[in-house]
């Protein structure tokens, strides 16, 4: 008895599907996550790769399957079948790829927003005017100034730009509420990240932080555009001159991992590398308060390895 | 649909002596392909020969770079020249070789005969164009002897990166740039005007073989992209030259402005260089599956929306930058709505090949592998267009990995594949099946080897345009670096197979495949004119299989498709 | 398929209705097709134009985030641009009024209505001269003067361009005959590019001084 072609089709369809998923869900192709937006980064990246494997199997499985199936015998000089289109079948496939690249979108924005991609960026900014350390901050709150915008007559020196250092222009800020953030000033130049930190006036070269508290880099760069990113914690965001942007997120697991500039700055864009460690909590405090500068005395050494 | 019939047209007539024939490129007039000539075949052809010289200086420049690459220290070359050497590869292989020759060199070849006229509309803007650029590019190559050396900012130039490097070599790198954008928007307007203008009295839009289509909607890109990006360079040039501070900020310049008008060009610029592609393998495929294109009308309607929505989703190149939160919503969303009509053609493809005759010639081998090539780089590409995905993966080896697949595996897998499909239609001689399929099995394993393990280097933390990097993604370098090695090794069989069939090659006669397409229905290599007598009318290019009687394979000639009495 | 080509199909039948008259000679010499360089020019002013819309584009975006710095200098006065915009306009009818005389045969109207119009296109240059030096800021004293010397000196070298055509044109129809009626193609050129060039202006003023 010959198995209907429907049925083969949809077994070979739900086969493709396991397969793609278990590729998904079991191939393992990023570095460790080391901070509360990797694992939301990595929940997409599972989803997009299993449903990527299925549709690459699938296609490229048409096509062999045709090459072998169709391919013109020797002596046979015929011409294939005079199909010119098919409408419903032009449908099916115009839809499915609309559906399946709609529920992507959608989860994604759901992914961006909770990693705090749609936070608006201006709160923030306010939090730039940096407080002494234990703070509460609000948001939206009493730096909420109007941006120093060039004003809509021409003809006037407009913008009379109280220079408040509250425009930030672009970064990723999350949502962290009323929760006690680390705020620390990045300077980007060729070829190297400073870091500085407002709380205990550090300077450091490497980035300190502590595990579990939510970070918040004021970034602007010193010459051309650099891009700060830290793969494991699945954030990049480009650091420009003039431009100051945002960078939030919380670490969660303690370690040092690598800084690396992703935006070409020149010869030695390469090398301009630089670590940032993730510690406990109390180790960090003690990373403090050993760094910070006792007034004029001793100066700290800057990037000083912590006493874990 | 019926096909057209005999009565319509005359039939074409044999290969006169004095018109070529089946004798290659004739030893004598080979002069005139350096020479200022208002023929479209000669000029596609110089477009064709130039495209590749700079191919291969393009594939040498990729070689430095992979022999750099090779060790996670910066040993092979200093650090000032790996970035110029970066510079120059990306902009000989955009500029002056794929956007060259999937444009200037097929289309100039092919559309006037797919219209059904006789040159193109304009035939001496035609000529500029190809000749703006030898020069072009000769200046780019010598700004690497002058001092100080070339452009060292990559191919996207970004301010204020490119304000800062040695300024003589950033000058000529616009200048240069400028010229090649002049070419490429006269060619566009020639294009433009040649489909939409030249068509053979009784042949209608919906008739025209599917690249016309294509070359359309990619003039139209040209046209109205290419000028953006001049205008950028020469405020760029300005800022350069004359100290002013567009995208200075240290004058109060924005230099995120810069970055939003240069991709305004440069990523219609993709599909520049994908389109014409994707016309290409439209006409191959069918051909050697012998069988009608599968659904003409929604790969006419997705070309439409291709071109709509390649120029509304140029801010997904700056998802890192700095974008405001809604920005990058609506041009996540507007990329990613892009896969459904390019979908549709692959889907069509596919089913173009379902219950045909497949040859599975070099020609068909490099465009089923380009089909592979590009969902592969499609899918990477739907990724890249979410923010959260795109903002782990930006500048890095993830997104290398992903545009060589685009337009490396799409594209120039599709030049081979019309090389190899169109090369008796260019000298009257087949190219050697046997070198053909060898090119095409390095070619796919070296491309496969070296662009593969950049996505795994990209994802794990290896930034682009670094000449030094972690000692950890050392192997996978290692590996890419031997793909890039077989790349430079399978183009020694191309060469020989190209150079020595000229001569040698089998005689192939007008049309070896068996086509219907117009180009096919006169002499190989075709007359001054393109036709002795009236042009045909082929209102059906994709009439395979019906009626099966008149249009099966035992037609040997042009002349006999047409003059087949009745049965 | 049908209904969904009709519309394509009666677009090409129209183009080809065109085609018909210049490839009614099926044997037809080389470069013998319908004059199309209208059409090629057309286009190529699309792509003109879209160089100024970058440059709108950027002058925009740059108004609407980059702050004037404190002490710059960046004043325009109203009343000479405001003269050059009425020259401009007057010029693009007194060029419609050149082309219209050439049709009705008029020969010596044609030349003086391009006679007008080539010295409202001077006349528009050197108001523009004077503003240029009667303007407090330079070049490169901030990014709004910067903008406003590419904007304005990239559409002052299309005037000049099309100044010189006009010329040209003008010198045509000295001798009879290299103009006809029947075959305008150098004054229809060089009309279509003057319209493009006043359309940019009133866009560039509008921008420019009155936004």
Redesign the interface.
Same mark, same amino acid.
């Given at each position: 008895m010959p198995i209907p072609s429907a049925l083969i089709t949809l077994l070979v369809g739900m086969a493709l599907v396991l397969a793609g998923l278990w590729v998904g869900y079991n191939v393992s192709m990023l570095p460790i996550d080391a901070s509360s937006n990797a694992p939301v980064y990595d929940a997409l990246f599972k989803v997009l790769f299993s449903i990527g494997t299925v549709l690459f199997l699938g296609i490229v499985g048409v096509l062999i399957f045709s090459l072998v199936r169709f391919r013109r015998r020797r002596g046979d000089s015929s011409d294939g079948a005079a199909i010119e289109g098919n409408l419903p079948l032009e449908i099916v496939w115009t839809a499915i790829p609309a559906v399946v690249v709609l529920f992507v979108g959608i989860y994604s924005y759901d992914i961006y927003e909770r990693m705090g991609g749609m936070t608006p960026l201006n709160d923030h900014g306010a939090m730039h005017t940096a407080q002494p350390a234990g703070d509460h901050h609000h948001h939206g709150g009493t730096h909420g100034s109007k941006q120093a915008i060039l004003a809509s007559s021409s003809s006037a020196p407009a913008a009379t730009a109280d220079q408040e250092p509250g425009r930030v222009w672009a970064g990723i800020g999350t949502n962290t509420g009323e929760e006690q953030t680390l705020t620390v000033d990045v300077t980007a130049m060729q070829f190297a990240f400073i870091f500085h930190y407002p709380e205990g006036n550090i300077v450091s070269g490497e980035l300190h932080i502590p595990a579990d508290r939510p970070v918040s880099l004021n970034m602007e760069a010193r010459d051309v555009i650099h891009a700060f990113w830290v793969p494991q914690f699945r954030l990049k965001q480009d650091v420009i001159p003039g431009q100051p942007t945002l960078l939030s997120f919380t670490a969660t697991r303690p370690g040092t991992y690598p800084i690396v500039c992703a935006e070409l700055c020149g010869p030695y864009h390469g090398g301009m590398r630089s670590s940032v460690v993730v510690h406990q909590p109390a180790d960090f405090d003690a990373w403090l308060s050993k760094n910070t500068p006792p007034v004029p005395a001793t100066v700290a050494s800057s990037g000083s390895t912590p006493t874990a | 649909m019926t096909l057209a019939s005999p009565s319509d047209f005359q039939a074409p007539q044999q290969s006169s002596p004095d018109q070529g024939g089946p004798r290659g490129l004739q030893p004598e007039g080979w002069l005139r392909y350096l020479s200022f000539s208002l023929d479209h075949k000669v000029i596609g052809l110089q477009y064709m020969v130039c495209g590749f010289l700079f191919y291969f200086l393009g594939g040498a420049l990729a070689g430095v770079i992979r022999t750099e690459l090779a060790s996670p220290i910066s040993d092979f070359v200093s650090r000032e020249t790996y970035n110029e050497v970066l510079t120059l590869h990306g902009t000989v292989m955009i500029f002056l070789w794929i956007v060259p020759v999937v444009n200037g060199a097929f289309g100039n070849y092919l559309i006037p005969f797919y219209v059904g006229a006789r040159d193109m509309a304009f035939p001496r803007l035609n000529a500029v164009a190809f000749w703006l650029i030898p020069p072009a590019g000769i200046l780019l190559i010598s700004s690497y002897f002058i001092k100080g050396g070339a452009a060292q900012s990559g191919w996207t130039a970004y301010p204020p990166l490119s304000l800062t490097t040695p300024s003589l070599g950033q000058v000529i790198w616009i200048i240069s740039v400028l010229l090649l954008g002049g070419s490429s928007i006269f060619g566009g307007i020639n294009f433009i005007a040649t489909i939409l203008k030249l068509r053979r009295p009784g042949l209608k839009m919906m008739q025209l073989p599917m690249y016309c289509w294509a070359m359309l909607g990619t003039s139209i890109l040209v046209v109205l992209s290419t000028p953006v990006l001049a205008g950028t360079l020469i405020l760029l040039s300005f800022d350069i030259i004359a100290h002013t501070g567009f995208f200075n900020p240290a004058l109060g310049g924005n230099v995120v402005v810069y970055q939003h008008l240069f991709w305004f060009y440069s990523h219609p610029a993709v599909y520049i260089m994908v389109l014409p592609a994707f016309g290409l393998v439209s006409e191959i495929i069918p051909i050697h599956a012998r069988k009608p294109l599968f659904g003409y009308t929604t790969m006419v309607y997705s070309i439409i929306a291709i071109v709509v929505l390649g120029l509304v989703v140029w801010a997904h190149h700056m998802f890192t930058s700095g974008t405001p939160p809604w920005m990058r919503l609506f041009f996540t969303i507007a990329t990613s709505f892009i896969a459904v009509p390019t979908g549709i053609k692959f889907f069509n493809w596919l089913a173009t090949l379902w219950q045909g005759k497949i040859a599975l010639n070099s020609a068909m081998l490099f465009a089923c592998a380009f089909i592979v090539n590009f969902v592969f780089g499609g899918i990477t590409g739907v990724a890249l267009a979410q923010v959260p995905f795109d903002i782990h993966v930006h500048d890095t080896y993830f997104v290398v990995g992903h545009f060589h697949y685009i337009v490396y595996g799409g594209t120039v897998f599709i030049i081979f594949s019309s090389v190899y499909h169109w090369y008796p239609k260019f000298t009257g001689r087949m190219l050697d099946e046997h070198l053909g399929r060898f090119h095409f099995l390095l070619t796919f394993i070296g491309f496969n080897l070296c662009f593969a393990p950049q996505h795994w280097l990209g994802l794990n933390g290896m930034p682009r345009r670094v000449a030094e990097y972690d000692p950890s993604f050392t192997t996978l370098n290692q590996v890419s670096s031997v793909g890039a090695l077989l790349m430079a090794v399978s183009t020694l069989p191309f060469l020989f197979n190209v150079v020595v069939s000229a001569f040698r090659g089998e005689v192939a006669g007008d049309n070896p495949w068996k086509a219907l397409t117009p180009e096919w229905l006169t002499s190989s290599p075709p007359p001054v004119e393109n036709w002795i007598g009236e042009a045909p009318l082929v209102t059906h290019p994709y009439g395979y299989g019906a009626p099966a009687d008149r249009l099966d394979l035992k037609m040997v000639t042009a002349e006999q498709i047409w003059n087949d009495p009745k049965p | 398929?049908t209904s969904?080509?009709s519309g394509?199909?009666d677009?090409?039948?129209i183009?080809?209705d065109?085609?018909?008259a210049g490839?009614s000679d099926?044997?037809?010499e080389?470069?013998?097709?319908?004059d199309?360089?209208l059409?090629?020019l057309a286009?190529?002013l699309?792509?003109?134009?879209?160089? !100024?819309?970058?440059?709108f584009? #950027?002058y925009l975006? &740059?108004?609407?985030?980059?702050?004037?710095?404190?002490?710059?200098?960046?004043?325009?006065e109203?009343l000479l641009p405001s003269i050059n915009t009425l020259l401009l306009v007057l010029s693009s009818f007194t060029f419609h009024r050149a082309g219209r005389g050439l049709l009705r045969g008029e020969g010596q109207a044609c030349r003086s209505w391009l006679a007008i119009t080539a010295a409202l296109g001077l006349a528009f240059l050197a108001g523009q001269m004077v503003e240029y030096f009667h303007l407090p800021f330079g070049?490169?004293d901030?990014? !709004?003067a910067?903008?406003f010397y #590419?904007l304005t000196g &990239?559409h002052g070298l299309h005037v000049t361009l099309g100044v010189i055509c006009i010329l040209i044109v003008w010198w045509q129809t000295r001798t009879a005959g290299r103009i006809k009626a029947s075959t305008p193609f150098g004054l229809e050129a060089a009309e279509l590019y003057w319209h493009f060039v006043d359309g940019i202006w009133l866009v560039l003023y509008g921008i420019?001084?009155l936004?």
């Open positions: - | - | 398929m969904l080509t394509t199909g677009l090409a039948q183009s080809s065109v085609d018909i490839q099926g044997h037809g080389h470069g013998e097709h319908p199309v360089r059409f090629g286009t190529f699309v792509a003109d134009g879209m160089t !100024f819309a970058g440059f584009a #950027a975006t &740059f108004r609407a985030v980059n702050p004037l710095p404190e002490n710059s200098n960046y004043e325009l109203l070049l490169t901030n990014l !709004f910067s903008t #590419a &990239f420019l001084y936004l």
